[in-house]
């Protein structure tokens, strides 16, 4: 079974703080994703990473920042938090062994910005 | 660009009653498509995909077939129950096969709500 972790299921922050939200996988698989979810919105792409130290970015990059310093981990970085990103926030992987593109989704992190 | 239409919720049904939860969409070339289901306070996950035309994904009751034609994947089951209550997201890939990084494009989610 393809298991992903998140650090938190709830977050709350205020405005201006540096957030880290962490996704940890059990296995080397190499694709992992960042989105956030909002009502009438649906999930957006924020960034990707296809390897160890590399990143492309998404749909909605604006406000955020990644790091994968290792295989197992990609973490989304909120530089300054700002009230707009309250959200809920989904990280996924896609398993190289899987065929087509279908995506792990891990639990979530809801995060409020006050 | 690629694009994900689905309809708007909520969707009410009683227990038993016939599901229809429509998606259409907006791609170049030949895009695999999924439903992905989300219950209450978990993450998404994948209910079932189609990957050319023609093709009719099944999981759970649930069935959708592929209609390049009217570029649709419209989701159904014949008799949903109060555990199907959850919000369904119509999502497509625009290639069948797995890139480095494909990527998804998703609807907006279609939250269904069951009643005995």
């Known amino acids: 079974d393809v298991k992903v972790t998140q650090s938190s299921r709830y977050l709350v922050k205020r405005t201006g703080e540096k957030v880290f939200l962490e996704c940890v996988q059990d296995m080397d698989h190499e694709n992992m994703f960042w989105y956030r979810q909002d009502p009438g919105l649906g999930l957006r792409l924020i960034y990707f990473s296809y390897d160890v130290k590399m990143k492309e970015k998404g749909d909605i990059p604006e406000g955020y920042s990644v790091s994968r310093e290792k295989k197992e981990r990609f973490s989304l970085i909120l530089e300054s938090a700002s009230t707009n990103q309250t959200s809920m926030y989904l990280c996924?992987?896609?398993?190289?062994?899987?065929?087509?593109?279908?995506?792990?989704f891990g639990p979530g992190t809801r995060l409020t910005v006050l | 660009g690629n694009s994900v239409t689905q309809m708007e919720g909520p969707v009410t049904l009683s227990e038993e009653a016939f599901l229809t939860i429509n998606c259409t969409y907006t791609?170049?070339?030949?895009?695999?498509l999924f439903w992905y289901v989300q219950y209450p306070g978990e993450g998404l996950q994948l209910l079932l995909k189609a990957t050319k035309a023609d093709d009719k994904g099944s999981n759970k009751g649930f069935e959708a077939t592929y209609r390049k034609e009217t570029t649709s994947f419209h989701l159904e089951k014949g008799s949903v129950q109060v555990s199907d209550s959850a919000v369904y997201f119509c999502?497509?890939?625009?290639?069948?096969?797995?890139?480095?990084?494909?990527?998804?494009?998703f609807g907006t989610g279609t939250r269904l709500q069951v009643t005995l």
């Open positions: 791609a170049t070339g030949y895009p695999s």
């Open positions: 996924a992987i896609k398993p190289l062994s899987v065929s087509y593109n279908e995506q792990f």
């Open positions: 999502a497509l890939s625009d290639s069948p096969y797995t890139g480095t990084a494909s990527k998804l494009t």
